[in-house]
């Protein structure tokens, strides 16, 4: 059996902080998602992202049309024991290129 092999290497630490604040009464709420890592860790998501980016998942064979490639990165495995599980991926589907339902685009 084959051992497992992050493509992370270095230090890498990504965590959800949750925030909340109270002006005039109003209560606010709102998360930030925090990425921290040292130069190697940091350099190797960036290039785990750019060969996300620049894969062409119409020659993922197992990869059924409507569907986008990812990868999870595993605390304690990929990046640090104190992380939260992150799944990074493509928007666009296999062999339509749509995007899905729950995304909202940015204001321009």
Same mark, same amino acid.
């Given at each position: 059996?084959?051992?497992?092999?992050?493509?992370?290497?270095?230090? $890498?630490? +990504?965590?959800?902080?949750? #925030?909340?604040?109270?002006?005039? %009464?109003?209560?606010?709420?709102?998360?930030? !998602?925090?990425?921290?890592?040292?130069?190697?860790?940091?350099?190797?998501?960036?290039?785990?992202?750019?060969?996300?980016?620049?894969?062409?998942?119409?020659?993922?064979?197992? $990869?059924? +049309?409507?569907?986008?490639? #990812?990868?999870?990165?595993?605390? %304690?495995?990929?990046?640090?024991?104190s992380? !939260?599980?992150?799944?990074?991926g493509?928007?666009?589907?296999?062999?339509?290129?749509?995007?899905?339902?729950?995304?909202?685009?940015?204001?321009?």
């Amino acid at each position: 059996m084959k051992k497992y092999q992050t493509e992370i290497s270095g230090h $890498l630490d +990504i965590f959800v902080a949750d #925030h909340e604040d109270e002006f005039e %009464g109003e209560k606010t709420k709102w998360q930030d !998602v925090l990425i921290h890592g040292d130069t190697e860790g940091l350099k190797s998501f960036a290039a785990l992202l750019i060969s996300i980016a620049d894969l062409n998942q119409d020659d993922i064979k197992d $990869l059924p +049309i409507g569907a986008r490639e #990812h990868i999870h990165l595993q605390p %304690g495995f990929d990046i640090s024991k104190s992380s !939260v599980e992150v799944i990074v991926g493509r928007i666009d589907a296999k062999g339509t290129g749509t995007f899905y339902d729950r995304y909202v685009e940015k204001e321009l």
